[in-house]
Nanobody
């Protein structure tokens, strides 16, 4: 499976952005999907994950209540709606696909990764 993330950019604090991740292949609906981010000089960290059906989601505490992950299986696309953005949300955001039966938060449980899209939040 191949993943293509898009939608990053420069936004002011308290603004919003929506990231998209288009996934190739006919088995998109069988994958758990996730978003991770990596700030300069930092390790990659978990942001959110969504089950294959979209009925279950899981978020990092740092984004809970501000970010929403969703998916459209008909369009083979997963989204990350980011509201009330803070400068500390600045990072390269990656989408990833997992074949696990649960909602993982560990990057090692995701076998396929997109190329990343940069989000910069100015204060």
């Amino acid at each position: 499976v191949q993943l293509q993330a898009s939608g990053g950019g420069l936004v002011q604090a308290w603004g919003s952005l929506r990231l998209s991740c288009a996934v190739s292949g006919r088995t998109f609906s069988s994958y758990v999907m996730g978003w991770f981010r990596q700030a300069p000089g930092e390790e990659r960290e978990f942001v959110a994950a969504i089950s294959w059906s979209g009925s279950s989601t899981h978020y990092a505490d740092s984004v809970k209540g501000r970010f929403t992950i969703s998916r459209d299986n008909a369009k083979n696309t997963v989204y990350l709606q980011m509201n009330s953005l803070k400068p500390e949300d600045t990072a390269v955001y990656y989408c990833a696909a997992s074949k696990t039966l649960w909602l993982p938060a560990d990057s090692t449980d995701f076998g396929s990764w997109g190329q990343g899209t940069l989000v910069t939040v100015s204060s």
